[in-house]
């Protein structure tokens, strides 16, 4: 995979389409190679910004694995990953406000799984008392 996508929800749905059209083999490489380096899988593969760069280096490791743990079970179970991005002002944000992961995955009596989750990030230029956060 020498592609990257903009990390837009198109952007991240077309990886998506690409990893999926993987054999099990590749796509379990690719799956190990994320759970080894997740920041630079996710840098390699999508055009983050220098924000989403810094999010990435200081965020909270427990969310990170708690992030890479959803996103490696919807890929192992090919489940689809949707990304919302939303800039709480005019101008885009210079930092990251809030990321929340919505995790509607679901597993039937048959042990297929279904449903998916949705990577919501927020940015913005004020502080977080002035978004009432």
């Not at 995955?105 to 004020?126: A, F, P």
């Amino acid at each position: 995979m020498k592609k990257q996508y903009p990390l837009t929800s198109e952007g991240v749905k077309c990886l998506q389409i690409e990893l999926y059209a993987l054999s099990e083999l590749k796509i379990g490489q690719e799956i190990a190679a994320l759970k080894n380096d997740f920041g630079s899988w996710i840098r390699e593969r999508l055009q983050v910004s220098s924000v989403h760069q810094e999010f990435l280096t200081h965020c909270q490791p427990s969310f990170l694995t708690y992030s890479l743990e959803c996103i490696v079970f919807a890929l192992e179970n090919r489940l689809p990953i949707f990304y919302n991005g939303y800039a709480l002002s005019a101008t885009g944000g210079s930092r990251i406000e809030k990321v929340t992961i919505f995790n509607k995955i679901g597993m039937g009596s048959d042990g297929q799984c279904s449903g998916g989750i949705i990577l919501d990030i927020r940015t913005g230029n004020k502080p977080p008392e002035e978004n009432g956060l």
